[in-house]
C-alpha cells in the first residue's frame, strides 16, 4: 500500500514543473550565494581623506590604511567640510582628518590626535569601519613608538604584543561558520514546508476526502507524504556537502554519520511541526503565511545570522525553543570543531524533546479536525 | 460482497442531527433505503444534502441520533464501511496532476484490486474515456471527469453507491448518459443513493426523499409524492409574465403563485375562483393574450407546496 502512495507522490513531484528544479538550485544558492551575500565582514569602505599636515608621517599612515584592503580612498579634501559634502553624497562613509602639524605634535609631544567621523546610516559599515580604522591607527602609532624605543634606549620600557589564534576557524572564513547553518536552513524548507504544503494542498482540492473514503490507514497516508520529502531532503544535504567540499574545501572535521544522525532527528521534529501547521490550515495561504511567521522567528532566533549572546536576555530564552539553534550548534560543531556524538548529548536530547512534542501534537490535532 | 437478496437495509438512518457551529444543518434525519434501489435526495443548494452523504460515507460525525450502511454502523464500523461503499463527491476529486489511467489504478491499488478484475463494471463508463487514459485528469472536459470520479468510485465493486450531484454543472446530453449508467448499475444489485438539485431528474429514482433546511419533507416514490398533491393546479401565461406574478397573488382564491419557466404555477381553493372569474379579473389589470390551463402537478410543485406548508 505505501509502495503505491510512495510511487503517485514520486509521480506528481517530478510531474510538476518548478519543485524538481527547486530542489537542485536550492542547494546551491544555499551554499554558494548566500553566504557570499549574507556576510558581516565590512570590505570596501570608501573613505575620505583629509591631510592638513603632509608630511612623511601622514602619507604613511594613509599609505598603511589604504594598504589594509577595507577601505578605499574615495576622496582626498583639502577641508573638513569639503569631506563631509562627499559623505553627504554618499561617496565617503568614513572621514580621516590629519591635523596641521600632526608629525611636529608627535614627535615634539610624543603624542597627536586624528579625527574619525563616520556616517552611521548603515551602522555596521560606520561602527565596524571606525573601529577598524581605529585598530589601524593604533598599530601605526604603536610602530612608531617602536622605532624611538630601538632608536633611543631599547631598555627603557617593556612592551607586548597580542597575537590572537583563531581556534576551529583559523583563518576566521565567513563562509565557513555560515555554510553549515545554511544546510539546515536547507533542510528545515525542504522537510518541513513541503509535506506540510502538500497535505494541504490535497485538503484544498477535495482529494484528501477521496482518499478518506479508502481503506487507506491515515498513519500510512501520512507517511507517504513525509518519506519523499525526507529522501529528498537526505539528498540535498549531500549535494550541500559535495558543494562545500568543492567550492569551499570544507570537511567536516567530525564524522558525517554524526551529522547524519542528527539531520534525521531534525527532519523528524520539523516534519512533526510541519503537520502541525497542516493541520490547522486549511488553504494553502493560510498554511503559507503560518509557516513563513515560524520559520522566519525560528531561523532570527536561531543565531544562524546574529550569535545568540548579542540578543537582549528575553530573546536568549525565546531561542530555546527554536529547533533550528540546536542543529545549527550541532552542525557548526562538528563540522568546525569536530565535535563526536558523546559531546552532542544536549543538542540530541532537546531535538528529541522536539520531536516527540510535535509529532505528538500532530496526532492529537488530527484527531480532534476529523 | 453481495448483500442484495439478504435483508439487511442498505441504508438505515435513525434521527442524525448535524450542526455547523449552531446553523442546523441537518435536523432529526430518518429513512431507510431498500437492496438495489436507487433512492434520490432532492433538494435545493444548502439544504444539507452534502452532509448528509459525508455522515453516510464516515466522513463526518453526526451530533446525535444513529446511521448505518450495510447493516455496520457509521462510527464503530467505519472502517468496514469504507471498504464495500463508493462515493463520488459533490466537488471533482481526483489528482488533476495524475492521467485518467493513474487516478484509476491508484483508486483500484488503494482496495487491494486491479483494473482488470473489476473491469467489467466499469466498462460501458470508462470505455468512452478510455481513448483518453494518457491525459491528465485536470484537462478533462466535465463530463469526462464524471466518468473518471464514477469509475473510480465503481473500480473496488462496491456495494451502495454515494453520488452527490452527479448531475451539476454538466451537459444535457452527458447527464442522460449518466442517468443510464446508474439503471445499469442498479441491473447489477448495486444500490445507489444519489444527490441532486433537479426536480426533473426525480422521476428517474425509484424512491425520493425532498429535502430542505436539513429537514426530510417527505419520502415516497415520485408517483406516489404527485398522487399525494390534491390541489386544483393551474398554469398562467400572458403577455407581460413579470407583471402577472404579482397580480395573481393579489386574486382571492390563489393560495400561491410560482414561476415555473414559461408557466407560472398557482393552486386555487376552486370554491371561489373558476378559470373565468380569474380570466376577467386579469383583464381588468391590463393583461391579454391569457391561457389558464388545469395541469398535473410535478415533483417541484410537491416540492413548492410542502415547503410552503
Known amino acids: ?370 | 460482497m453481495t448483500l442484495s437478496g439478504s435483508n439487511i437495509k442498505a441504508v438505515v438512518c435513525t434521527d442524525v442531527c448535524k450542526s455547523y457551529e449552531k446553523v442546523p444543518a441537518l435536523r432529526n434525519i430518518s429513512f431507510t433505503v431498500e437492496q438495489g434501489e436507487i433512492f434520490g435526495v432532492i433538494g435545493p443548494d444548502g439544504a444539507g444534502k452534502s452532509t448528509l452523504f459525508r455522515v453516510l460515507t464516515t466522513l463526518l460525525l453526526a451530533d446525535s441520533g444513529t446511521a448505518s450502511v450495510e447493516g455496520m454502523n457509521v462510527v464503530k464500523g467505519y472502517k468496514e464501511i469504507r471498504k464495500n461503499v463508493g462515493y463520488m463527491p459533490g466537488r471533482f476529486s481526483l489528482y488533476q496532476d495524475l492521467t485518467v489511467e493513474e487516478n484509476l489504478k491508484i483508486f483500484a491499488t488503494l482496495f487491494h484490486t486491479t483494473i482488470e478484475e473489476n473491469y467489467y463494471l466499469i466498462k460501458d463508463i470508462y470505455s468512452q474515456i478510455e481513448p483518453f487514459k494518457t491525459r491528465r485528469a485536470g484537462a478533462l472536459s466535465g463530463g469526462m471527469k464524471q466518468k473518471l470520479a464514477l469509475s473510480c468510485a465503481l473500480i473496488h465493486k462496491p456495494s451502495i453507491l454515494f453520488l452527490d450531484e452527479p448531475t451539476t454543472g454538466i451537459d444535457p446530453v452527458s447527464r442522460k448518459e449518466l442517468w443510464e449508467m446508474l439503471r445499469k448499475l442498479k441491473s447489477q444489485g448495486i444500490t445507489i443513493v444519489v444527490s441532486t438539485p433537479y426536480m426533473d431528474e426525480a422521476s428517474l429514482c425509484d424512491r425520493i426523499a425532498l429535502i430542505r433546511d436539513g429537514e426530510f419533507m417527505k419520502i415516497d416514490t415520485p408517483k406516489g409524492i404527485i398522487s399525494g398533491f390534491r390541489k386544483e393546479l393551474w398554469a398562467v401565461r400572458g403577455s407581460n409574465m413579470s407583471a402577472l406574478i404579482g397580480h395573481l397573488r393579489e386574486v382571492d382564491g390563489v393560495v400561491t403563485c410560482f414561476a415555473f419557466g414559461d408557466n407560472h404555477h398557482i393552486t386555487v381553493d376552486n370554491t371561489i375562483l373558476t378559470k373565468e372569474i380569474l380570466r376577467s379579473r386579469l383583464e381588468e389589470k391590463g393583461h391579454n393574450e391569457i391561457i389558464i390551463e388545469k395541469i398535473e402537478a410535478g415533483i417541484e410543485d410537491c416540492f413548492m407546496e410542502l415547503a410552503n406548508r
Not at chain 1, 567540499?245 to 531534525?266: C, D, K, M, N, Q
Not at chain 1, 520559520?295 to 550569535?307: D, K, N, Q, W
Open chain 1, 1 to 370: 500500500m505505501l509502495k503505491y502512495l510512495l510511487e503517485k507522490e514520486f509521480k506528481q513531484f517530478f510531474r510538476s514543473s518548478s519543485l524538481p528544479r527547486m530542489v537542485i538550485i536550492m542547494p546551491f544558492m544555499a551554499v554558494l550565494i548566500f553566504p557570499l551575500v549574507a556576510n558581516f565582514e565590512i570590505k570596501n569602505i570608501n573613505l575620505a581623506v583629509v591631510d592638513n599636515d603632509k608630511s612623511t608621517y601622514s602619507q604613511q599612515l594613509i599609505q598603511k590604511v589604504s594598504s589594509s584592503g577595507y577601505f578605499r580612498i574615495s576622496d582626498v579634501s583639502d577641508s573638513y567640510p569639503q569631506a563631509l559634502r562627499s559623505v553627504e553624497l554618499n561617496k565617503s562613509d568614513i572621514i580621516l582628518e590629519i591635523p596641521p602639524h600632526f608629525e611636529r605634535d608627535m614627535a615634539k609631544e610624543k603624542s597627536a590626535t586624528v579625527l574619525i567621523a563616520a556616517n552611521s546610516v548603515s551602522g555596521t559599515k560606520g561602527g565596524l569601519g571606525s573601529s577598524y580604522l581605529a585598530g589601524i591607527i593604533g598599530d601605526f602609532s604603536n610602530n612608531i613608538r617602536s622605532e624611538w624605543i630601538t632608536a633611543s634606549d631599547r631598555f627603557s620600557s617593556g612592551r607586548f604584543e597580542i597575537s590572537p589564534q583563531f581556534w576551529y576557524n583559523p583563518r576566521l572564513l565567513y563562509t565557513y561558520f555560515m555554510v553549515p547553518a545554511l544546510m539546515v536552513m536547507v533542510l528545515a524548507m525542504l522537510c518541513g514546508f513541503l509535506p506540510a504544503l502538500n497535505i494541504v494542498g490535497e485538503k484544498a482540492n477535495g482529494t484528501i476526502e477521496q482518499m478518506n473514503v479508502t481503506p487507506v490507514n491515515k498513519f500510512i497516508f501520512i507517511l507517504s507524504k513525509l518519506l519523499p520529502y525526507w529522501i529528498i531532503g537526505f539528498v540535498v544535504l549531500t549535494i550541500c556537502f559535495i558543494v562545500a567540499r568543492i567550492f569551499y574545501g570544507l570537511v567536516p572535521e567530525g564524522s558525517l554519520a554524526t551529522i547524519y544522525l542528527f539531520a534525521a532527528l531534525f527532519v523528524l521534529a520539523f516534519s512533526g511541526f510541519g503537520l502541525v501547521i497542516s493541520n490547522y490550515a486549511n488553504t494553502l495561504q493560510q498554511a503559507m503565511f503560518m509557516m513563513f511567521f515560524f520559520v522566519l522567528t525560528f531561523i532570527l532566533m536561531s543565531g544562524l545570522y546574529t550569535p545568540i549572546a548579542n540578543m537582549p536576555q528575553w530573546a536568549q530564552y525565546l531561542s530555546n525553543f527554536s529547533p533550528l539553534k540546536y542543529i545549527i550548534i550541532v552542525l557548526r560543531q562538528v563540522y568546525l570543531k569536530g565535535s563526536s556524538f558523546s559531546e552532542l548529548l544536549l543538542p540530541f536530547a532537546v531535538l528529541s524533546g522536539f520531536a516527540v512534542f510535535f509529532n505528538g501534537w500532530a496526532v492529537l490535532s488530527y484527531r480532534k479536525s476529523s
